[in-house]
């Protein structure tokens, strides 16, 4: 007769599910959160869908331009030009 399955995971605890939450507002990767919280990658992806969580990082476009903002440049004075 074969045995019936039993269950190999561990539960999700409050505890585990609001350090799960920081990490990710924190923008930490998915990787660095499975191993602090020893799931794996896909557990931590399927619990932050299941939360609405989203693990999308700016991209390095938006990284560059959002943060830093460089001053107007100066004014010009009109030149007048020596056509002939």
């Known amino acids: 007769m074969a045995k019936s399955p039993t269950k ?3 539960e999700w605890t409050k505890d585990i599910i609001a350090d799960l939450k ?3 507002k924190d923008r930490h990767p998915v990787k660095a959160i499975a191993k602090a ?3 794996t990658e896909a557990a ?4 932050g ?3 609405g969580l989203s693990f999308k990082r700016p991209s390095k476009a938006a990284k560059k ?3 830093a903002k ?4 100066a004014k010009r004075t ?3 030009s020596k056509r002939k």
């Open 78 to 80: 009109a030149k007048k």
């Open 37 to 39: 919280l020893a799931r």
């Open 22 to 24: 920081r990490m990710v």
């Open 70 to 73: 460089k001053a107007a440049p």
């Open 49 to 51: 869908f299941d939360l």
């Open 8 to 10: 190999h995971r561990a």
């Open 65 to 67: 331009a959002a943060p």
């Open 44 to 47: 931590i992806r399927k619990k």
